[in-house]
């Protein structure tokens, strides 16, 4: 079945990539900010549903992480209506039931003297009212509507992993956390790379193989930063603030001992101003893993964009693309430097997230093009 | 009849250790000059907070010092006494938040002693425990909602109390199995009341400075111990 572009529906999912891309950062800044635990209660917001919270008492921590909160469930809405419009017309009588369900909530919330009764009540006249004239267009590829089911769970995943290390006061959820936002940002952004217009054409213009050896090594650089991201985020949630704060040299050394009587030292000689508990030889080793992965990650990078101009041409999407990703390293690296010669500046460090972010996502996406452009050109 | 003087001589018993307690006095001074404090910047970010601040923000108060070097905040205490909490029926411990600021900052109770904390402040704060031995709770607490109520069942020192919203509001509390402890004041003076007779480990705890400890014996008439920290 030849499955037409359209383009309404890949600007929808360039949108949701987008929204997830703005909430990793958002993400970033709570951790940031040592805000993760200012709103204590999930899915309320200090004893009021989250979207009746008052803007006047939206302060400090708090505005970090109730607009982090926000956001998700706007990025949790996109998802849902792109899983569904991938579904095409045959998600109507689906809307219809479920618009219906949720209008017997707002009732039942009515019933109860709830506030949530008026927001449930209209979000579900609005999805009945909706089934009736969209979506207008064929049903996507079956795989691709099985990405969209696999979208829409795993945001209601990363919801309640968000709300249990609230509610159970589990600052290491914040990992696994963060490894699923990449993971989602991932998937978001494919969905938008296969409703797209250029995966379309590839259907029916043969394009230029892309060599195993070079899908491979990019391939095995993205998994090396995914990685790197796990490790960040590792880091991030021990709120322990720098454990090494000098750069390129680790607290004067090129691999700093981890003694305990270095480790005292360290720690006695802390400058002023670095915060968080007593630095630990395990939390100045991290550190030095990620130095290390990131130098890894760099020379990953530089040898694909070298490859990428010598295997397919300079003239090559793919090339300039792999030339834009050693563009991203670059600066990825000075914000890892300086996000500590900031001290961890919140806002730095929250770049420094959202480049990581980045730097996983063009690696994604460089790897998915190489690999459709080479299965259509031996297709066709 | 053998009961009743059973009784009796219980009793005796008990008033004669009650008479007999006495207590542990002394002043904690501090040589040399500590860091400056500093100013705390981020409330001048916050609309709520820094209204309450018209003039000059209020400073960290890590070294609490007078001009004659004696030292505040320091809690004294008598080492490896557990089980002897009288903390259920102990007055609760009120720990306010006034000025974006817990008041006190560094503070002391008994396992099983309620800790009151208030919100005297017009904004919202959360009232998140991070202990190393107890359980950690985090709670909202609106602008002149109920006070909240805390106890403890395991001693732990300077467990963490902060505010999320205001990311510099903390405080310290202290929590022993016993009532043997005391917290300095200003002039860097305590007292520990009622302690029976005999051979102790006193310490000193600052938690900036370190903690300190002396051999003492107490006797009927008391018993005075003074400590000096030193600015490393």
């Known amino acids: 079945m030849n499955h037409k572009y359209k383009p309404a529906l890949f600007w929808f999912a360039v949108l949701t990539a987008f929204a997830t891309f703005l909430l990793i950062g958002l993400g970033g800044l709570v951790t940031s900010h040592e805000a993760g635990m200012s709103v204590p209660d999930w899915p309320n917001s200090y004893g009021y549903n989250m979207f ?329 | 009849m053998k009961k009743s003087l059973l009784i009796l001589s219980l009793g005796l018993f008990a008033v004669s250790q009650i008479t007999n307690a006495a207590d542990i006095t002394g002043v904690i001074t501090l040589k040399g000059t500590p860091p400056a404090e500093r100013e705390i910047t981020p409330i001048k970010d916050d609309l709520n907070c820094s209204a309450m601040y018209p003039g000059a923000l209020p400073k960290t108060t890590f070294y609490v010092v007078d001009a004659n070097g004696d030292l505040a905040d320091v809690v004294v205490s008598l080492k490896g006494i557990t089980g002897k909490s009288t903390g259920a029926s102990a007055p609760p411990v009120e720990l306010d938040q006034k000025g974006c600021l817990y008041t006190p900052q560094i503070l002391a109770i008994q396992t099983g002693q309620k800790l009151i904390v208030k919100n005297s402040d017009p904004c919202v704060h959360n009232v998140h425990t991070k202990p190393a031995d107890n359980p950690e709770s985090n709670q909202v607490q609106m602008p002149g909602g109920a006070d909240l109520t805390f106890t403890f069942d395991k001693p732990e020192p300077f467990l963490k109390f902060q505010c999320d919203v205001h990311p510099w509001m903390f405080a310290w509390v202290s929590v022993f199995d016993s009532p043997y402890f005391a917290v300095s004041g200003k002039d860097g003076k305590f007292t520990i009341k009622n302690v029976p007779p005999g051979k102790y480990t006193l310490e000193a705890a600052h938690r900036k400075l370190g903690t300190q400890t002396a051999e003492i014996e107490v006797k009927a008439d008391g018993t005075v111990q003074n400590f000096t920290f030193d600015v490393k």
């Open chain 1, 52 to 380: 009746l919270f008052p803007v006047k008492d939206w302060i400090g921590g708090i505005f970090y992480e109730h607009t982090h909160r926000l956001l998700a469930t706007v990025v949790g809405m996109f998802t849902t209506i792109l899983a569904v419009w991938l579904f095409g017309k045959e998600a109507r009588p689906f809307l219809r039931w479920g618009g219906l369900f949720i209008f017997a909530f707002g009732i039942y919330f009515y019933l109860k003297h709830a506030p949530e009764a008026p927001l449930c009540c209209g979000a579900g006249i609005i999805v009945f009212a909706a089934s009736f004239f969209w979506p207008r267009c064929e049903q996507s590829p079956r795989w691709l509507q099985w990405l969209g089911i696999t979208a829409f769970l795993l945001v209601i995943v990363q919801g309640v992993i968000g709300g249990l290390r609230v509610r159970l006061n589990m600052d290491y959820l914040g990992i696994p956390h963060g490894a699923i936002a990449q993971t989602f940002l991932i998937l978001t952004a494919a969905i938008a790379l296969f409703t797209s217009r250029w995966w379309h054409r590839t259907e029916t213009e043969k394009p230029k193989t892309v060599p195993g050896g070079l899908r491979r090594h990019v391939l095995y650089v993205t998994i090396l930063i995914f990685i790197q991201l796990v490790i960040g985020a590792t880091m991030r949630h021990q709120h322990a603030g720098l454990s090494i704060w000098d750069f390129p040299l680790a607290h004067g050394q090129l691999w700093p001992a981890t003694t305990p009587e270095a480790i005292a030292n360290y720690n006695a000689h802390r400058p002023p101003g670095t915060v968080g508990h007593p630095v630990t030889a395990f939390e100045v080793n991290l550190q030095m893993i990620h130095r290390l992965v990131a130098l890894l990650i760099f020379l990953g990078v530089t040898a694909a964009a070298f490859l990428a101009r010598k295997k397919l041409g300079g003239a090559d999407g793919l090339a300039k693309f792999a030339w834009f990703w050693f563009g991203l390293l670059l600066v990825q690296i000075s914000l890892g430097a300086a996000t500590i010669w900031s001290n961890k500046a919140a806002d730095i460090t929250t770049l420094h997230v959202m480049g990581g972010a980045l730097a996983l996502l063009t690696g994604a996406l460089w790897w998915l093009m190489a690999a459709r452009r080479t299965r259509q050109a031996e297709q066709l």
